[in-house]
T-cell receptor, first 115, second 116 residues
Framework: EAGVAQSPRYKIIEKRQSVAFWCNPI?????LYWYQQILGQGPKLLIQ????????DSQLPKDRFSAERLKGVDSTLKIQPAKLEDSAVYLC?????????????FGPGTRLTVT | DQQVKQNSPSLSVQEGRISILNCDYT??????FLWYKKYPAEGPTFLIS?????DKNEDGRFTVFLNKSAKHLSLHIVPSQPGDSAVYFC???????????????FGAGTRLTVKP
């Protein structure tokens, strides 16, 4: 079974530029998550999708971050414009259900450096 | 707001001995708790979980203990092996339904080093 795929693996941009990350979840997984992991901290949930609908985006900085999951499969996370404090690893995860008892499978992450 | 705390950033143990990783939480609404393991350049992988209706869950060498009154959980690894060297994240959530926000929160992680 193929795991969660993310691209790119690494990205370096200057502040005020835009960047987009892509995630392909495990086939058949209805729930998709985007997390931000700043160095020395645990992952922080940015947004949770159930199919192509948003379940929770309470911690997403909506003035600069946006995410979509068209057709309930792949998802993209965009930052526009980027700030220095956005430097982090962005993790995508998927699970069969939004219930906590269903295991979340994480991708390898995209490491973003904003200079 | 740090609702889940792992106060030990690192832990070093000898191979064959017990590793004990600790985690505290503040939100009494959390009712499902998980441990994830992370190797460098990889995403976290699920290790073991426990529901708030239990106080212990065991899976091979890994056991998670939950003390609800103290809002504390711990992960025991016995015996520890060099391959267990990784960062361990504690996570807490609300065990919602399929369309519910599970509000999962992670601790900052503890780096475990198991020496041969």
């Amino acid at each position: 079974e193929a795991g969660v795929a993310q691209s790119p693996r690494y990205k370096i941009i200057e502040k005020r530029q835009s960047v987009a990350f892509w995630c392909n979840p495990i086939s058949g997984h209805a729930t998709l998550y985007w997390y931000q992991q700043i160095l020395g901290q645990g992952p922080k949930l940015l947004i949770q999708f159930q199919n192509n609908g948003v379940v929770d985006d309470s911690q997403l900085p909506k003035d600069r971050f946006s995410a979509e999951r068209l057709k309930g499969v792949d998802s993209t996370l965009k930052i526009q414009p980027a700030k220095l404090e956005d430097s982090a690893v962005y993790l995508c995860a998927s699970s069969a259900s939004g219930s906590s008892s269903y295991e979340q499978y994480f991708g390898p992450g995209t490491r973003l450096t904003v200079t | 707001d740090q609702q889940v705390k792992q106060n030990s950033p690192s832990l070093s143990v000898q191979e064959g001995r017990i590793s004990i990783l600790n985690c505290d939480y503040t939100n009494s609404m959390f009712d499902y708790f998980l441990w994830y393991k992370k190797y460098p350049a990889e995403g976290p992988t699920f290790l073991i979980s426990i529901s708030s209706i239990k106080d212990k869950n065991e899976d091979g060498r890994f056991t998670v203990f939950l003390n609800k009154s103290a809002k504390h959980l711990s992960l025991h690894i016995v015996p520890s092996q060099p391959g267990d060297s990784a960062v361990y994240f504690c996570a807490a959530s609300v065990a919602g339904g399929e369309y519910n926000n599970n509000d999962m929160r992670f601790g900052a992680g503890t780096r475990l080093t198991v020496k041969p």
